[in-house]
């Protein structure tokens, strides 16, 4: 059981958009930055929001991300064949003192 | 750039202790400023925070894995070393290491994965 909340699965045709949404809690969430990373099949993980709403360089502004209070979430537009892949949500908790991550969402392109 | 690379024994044996390394080309572990991590990705499921160490030494491990877990640097050779003791089955996962520039959740570099299966 992950301590922050994700869909397990979301969908979208190519051109639209999509957003998934993470929920965590005062301790993680409610008290710190929101961090996003791209797992495509068979790889590792990619970071691709830091700090609730950054880029890092070289990531395209089709991704964005949000956090209000207690949740987060990470829209993406023009949705394209190489998206589909694992999202993970991710933040500081003060209870772990460490990182915790959500459970990930897999993103179809139909 | 920096670049990590995991490595160690696929199979480990229950009730024994998985040793992996991660080796850093690119720049050097000593340089400062950089907290790296272990994190580990059982089959199929999401993604799990094992500890991170300092460059200076300075660690901090999950608290479900304390008891466990042993990270060390070997500056000479620009190394990570893990040690997690007493494994069982639910340990088998892929093995990560990656860098975080703020010791937060900022992993902005990470290495290829380990799968390290126990299993007797």
């Known amino acids: 059981q992950s301590v922050l909340t994700q869909p397990p699965s979301a969908s979208g045709t190519p051109g639209q958009g999509v957003t998934i949404s993470c929920s965590g809690s005062s301790s993680n969430i409610g008290s710190d930055h929101v961090y996003w990373y791209q797992q495509l099949p068979g790889t590792a993980p990619k970071l691709l929001i830091y700090?609730?709403?950054q880029r890092p360089s070289g990531v395209p502004d089709r991704f964005s991300g949000s956090k209000s209070g207690t949740s987060a979430s990470l829209a993406i537009s023009g949705l394209r064949s190489e998206d589909e892949a694992d999202y993970y949500c991710?933040?500081?908790?003060?209870?772990?003192?460490?990182?915790?991550f959500g459970g990930g969402t897999k993103l179809t392109v139909l | 750039q920096v670049q990590l690379q995991e490595s160690g024994p696929g199979l480990v044996k229950p009730s024994q202790t998985l040793s992996l390394t991660c080796t850093v080309s690119g720049g050097s572990i000593s340089s400062g400023g950089y907290y790296w991590s272990w994190i580990r990705q059982h089959p199929g499921k999401g993604l799990e925070w094992i500890g991170y160490?300092?460059?200076?030494?300075?660690?901090h491990y999950n608290p479900s894995l304390k008891s466990r877990v042993t990270m060390s640097v070997d500056r000479s050779k620009n190394q990570l070393s893990l040690k997690l003791g007493s494994v069982t089955a639910a340990d088998t996962a892929v093995y990560y290491c990656?860098?975080?520039?703020?010791?937060?959740?900022?992993?902005?570099?990470w290495g290829q994965g380990t799968m390290v299966t126990v299993s007797s």
């Open positions: 160490i300092y460059y200076n030494g300075g660690t």
């Open positions: 700090r609730n709403n």
């Open positions: 990656a860098r975080d520039p703020a010791g937060r959740v900022a992993f902005d570099i």
């Open positions: 991710a933040a500081w908790d003060d209870s772990l003192s460490g990182p915790v």
